[in-house]
């Protein structure tokens, strides 16, 4: 289980997982922010933003403590910048994002027990004209699952 610090301790570890999965494992190298709002420069393309996006639970049991099924979306916004191929260059950085994230059984659970890391749920494309180059972003919205306690939001069971 995960250490007790907060009602989100987990929601940390589970984007920090995704960030070190990523990191040196794409065209992104090490440019890879768990921030969805870190600042990037055209100077700091190809890079990766990581952040958990939206949650939904549900409730499991009845007696109490509840047993509450969390489906929580992390979303990964990978940033390109190219002159005529930023398609190539997106599809570069999701091809890699995936194999680094989904190339083995023991991917599947980032390292923390009793959570599932469901097939990619959605991916996004977008591309935007800035003088000569386009600058891209690709999104990979990851699922993932676990169980936690009514009364214990921190602890994964």
Not at 16 to 39: E, F, K, M, Q, W
Not at 97 to 116: K, P, Q, R
């Amino acid at each position: 289980t995960l250490p007790q610090v907060g009602g989100t301790a987990y929601l940390a570890q589970i984007v920090d997982a995704i960030v070190t999965r990523l990191s040196g494992n794409t065209p992104a190298s090490t440019r890879v922010y768990a921030s969805r709002v870190h600042p990037l420069t055209t100077a700091e393309l190809p890079a990766w933003r990581v952040f958990a996006d939206e949650e939904t639970i549900v409730t499991q049991t009845v007696h109490f403590p509840a047993v509450l099924e969390h489906a929580l979306s992390v979303q990964c916004d990978g940033y390109v910048q190219a002159n005529s191929s930023v398609d190539d260059a997106m599809h570069a950085m999701a091809e890699q994002a995936l194999i680094a994230l989904y190339d083995t059984l023991a991917h599947l659970t980032l390292g923390i027990t009793n959570l599932s890391v469901n097939a990619p749920q959605r991916i996004e494309r977008e591309v935007v004209n800035e003088g000569q180059a386009n600058l891209g972003r690709i999104g990979l919205s990851l699922l993932l699952r676990y169980r936690t306690a009514q009364n214990d939001p921190a602890t994964i069971i």
